[in-house]
């Protein structure tokens, strides 16, 4: 069964430096998704992504927050200048379509702690 | 910012058990999802639901939509110990076509 995948799985990072969070979504698939989950805490929407451009986003995805998609496989998240408060749980999620029925399938996540 | 009210917050149970767990919207929802996460995993869908007053089961989790399309509630039958886990709830808005809203999640703990 195709799957979502995310490398790596775990990001060490000094506070101020940049990291590349990435994302192999399920192939057929046209809409992509970050969210984010602090230890503990619940999933929180970042940004979804459809057609090359970004379609939402939520107050947590500031000018420090971009997306890519750089070629046709990979769905990246890069955080420019990393602070405390971006230590959490990362999870891409992929989704066929936008019918009610079409399921967003996530990602095993990427642990960020930034130091 | 849209709210999702889940409860309880944990649970902790015999084995054999029923579970029931629930969400309330601040306002109304098209869509109700829920999920279930593993530790170090990410959440894994278990059900959708599409319409007011839906009622749908994945072998012993019931789910139902509620009349108000402002609730939702998951059941557990018999639970058994890989049940283990947080079960989060997730909806969309009629504002939104994208982003799911999540509840904090019940983390449900069996005793053997």
């Known amino acids: 069964e195709p799957e979502v995948t995310q490398t790596p799985s775990h990001q060490v990072t000094q506070m101020g430096q940049e990291v590349i969070l990435r994302c192999v979504p399920i192939?057929?698939?046209?809409?992509f998704y970050w969210y984010r989950q602090i230890l503990g805490q619940k999933v929180e929407f970042l940004v979804s992504?459809?057609?090359?451009?970004?379609?939402?986003k939520s107050e947590i995805f500031d000018d420090q927050f971009s997306v890519e998609r750089p070629d046709g496989s990979n769905f990246t998240l890069k955080i420019r200048s990393t602070k405390l408060e971006d230590s959490a749980m990362y999870f891409c999620a992929s989704q066929t379509g936008l019918r009610r029925s079409d399921t967003q399938y996530f990602g095993p996540g990427t642990r960020l702690t930034v130091l | 910012g849209q709210q999702l009210n889940q409860s309880p917050q944990s649970m902790f149970i015999q084995e054999g058990e029923d579970v029931s767990m629930n969400c309330t919207s601040s306002s109304i929802f098209n869509t109700w999802l829920w999920y279930k996460q593993d530790p170090g995993e990410g959440p894994v869908l278990l059900i959708a639901?599409?319409?007011a007053g839906e009622l749908t089961s994945n072998g012993r989790l019931t789910a139902q939509f509620g009349t108000t399309r402002k609730d939702s509630f998951l059941n557990i039958s018999a639970s058994i110990p890989s049940d283990v886990g947080i079960y989060f709830c997730?909806?969309?808005?009629?504002?939104?076509?994208?982003?799911?809203?999540w509840g904090a999640g019940t983390k449900l703990i069996i005793k053997p």
């Open positions: 997730a909806g969309r808005d009629m504002d939104s076509n994208y982003q799911l809203i």
């Open positions: 192939s057929n698939h046209l809409y």
């Open positions: 639901l599409y319409k």
């Open positions: 992504f459809y057609n090359n451009e970004i379609s939402e």
